[in-house]
């Protein structure tokens, strides 16, 4: 098992985690003057998500 792919994973779901987090909550994020939709925070929680369940089952 290679350290990398354990940081990466634990990484990845933290930050799917977070993205979790702003859509249970409802909190809303304003870049530059423009609000950011919730719907990029289920693909930000989706797509690491998965990632990290995939670096974490491949780690075998």
């Given at each position: 098992?290679?350290?990398?792919?354990?940081?990466?994973?634990?990484?990845?779901?933290?930050?799917?985690?977070?993205?979790?987090?702003?859509?249970?909550?409802?909190?809303?994020?304003?870049v530059?003057?423009?609000?950011?939709?919730?719907?990029?925070?289920?693909?930000?929680?989706?797509?690491?998500?998965?990632?990290?369940?995939?670096?974490?089952?491949?780690?075998?």
């Amino acid at each position: 098992m290679k350290p990398a792919v354990v940081v990466s994973a634990v990484f990845l779901m933290l930050v799917a985690f977070l993205h979790l987090l702003r859509l249970v909550f409802a909190v809303g994020i304003t870049v530059g003057g423009t609000a950011v939709p919730m719907w990029a925070s289920v693909l930000a929680c989706v797509v690491p998500g998965g990632l990290a369940v995939w670096l974490w089952r491949s780690r075998r």
